[in-house]
């Protein structure tokens, strides 16, 4: 099974300063169709999961701009570009190119 | 509105079962697949099963496979989860999620339901 690992686990910012997030793969995610199924999920408190960027740097619907998603091979980094308040929470990357579907443990990002 | 709702869970003893649901509603249900993903108490997110539109596919993680099984109805816009032997260990917040995909089993998971609590205690 592929292993995720993110780093950092927790990540405390500053209001409108810039946050990134790092997701490693133990294995490639390019999946033989050539597409590479890394999605980013934010979990604010108390809230089911939600869709942030999938296949490396798609944004959701809906999703605003300041976040940002990129990366190749087995690397990946989600980017905050000016955090704010409602961005609170819990982010996690998650692999589908090989079975079984894979999180990483989830990085928490908190206000200074 | 696209929606999922989850129902079924609940407190059950070590070894009995239960039964989950997920209705859906507000796309075509039929188009994708879709899954069911866990979360313990304080804990990240495990991936628990899935099924293709057609049920033509399926898969489990190893944790749970033998013990669940996953089936979908389209004539009803329904997900289910039937658990059986089940565990202290499968004690967990059990989320219903659409995939994006309308070809693979897995792609990402864009619509999320609020979940429902699963509490495997004596």
């Known amino acids: 099974d592929i292993v995720m690992t993110q780093t950092p686990l927790s990540s405390p910012v500053t209001l409108g300063q810039p946050a990134s997030i790092s997701c490693r793969s133990s294995q490639s995610l390019v999946h033989s169709d050539g597409n590479t199924y890394l999605s980013w999920l934010q979990q604010r408190p108390g809230q089911p999961p939600r869709l942030l960027i999938y296949k490396i740097s798609n944004r959701f619907s809906g999703v605003p701009d300041r976040f940002s998603g990129s990366g190749a091979g087995t690397d990946f980094t989600l980017k905050i570009s000016r955090v704010e308040a409602e961005d609170v929470g819990v982010y996690y990357c998650?692999?589908?190119?090989?079975?079984?579907?894979?999180f990483g443990q989830g990085t928490k990002v908190e206000i200074k | 509105e696209v929606q999922l709702v989850e129902s079924g869970g609940g407190l059950v003893q070590p070894g009995r079962s239960l039964r989950l649901s997920c209705a859906a509603s507000g796309f075509t249900f039929d188009d994708y697949a879709m899954h069911w993903v866990r979360q313990a108490p304080g804990k990240g997110l495990e991936w628990v099963s899935g099924?293709?539109?057609?049920?033509?596919?399926?898969g489990y993680a190893d944790s749970v496979k033998g013990r669940f099984t996953i089936s979908r109805d389209n004539a009803k816009n329904s997900l289910y989860l039937q658990m059986n032997s089940l565990r202290a260990e499968d004690t967990a917040l059990y989320y219903c999620?659409?995939?994006?995909?309308?070809?693979?089993?897995?792609?990402?998971?864009?619509?999320w339901g609020q979940g429902t609590m699963v509490t495997v205690s004596s």
């Open positions: 099924i293709s539109w057609n049920s033509g596919s399926i």
């Open positions: 998650m692999q589908a190119t090989q079975f079984p579907p894979r």
């Open positions: 999620a659409k995939d994006m995909s309308t070809v693979i089993l897995v792609d990402a998971f864009d619509i």
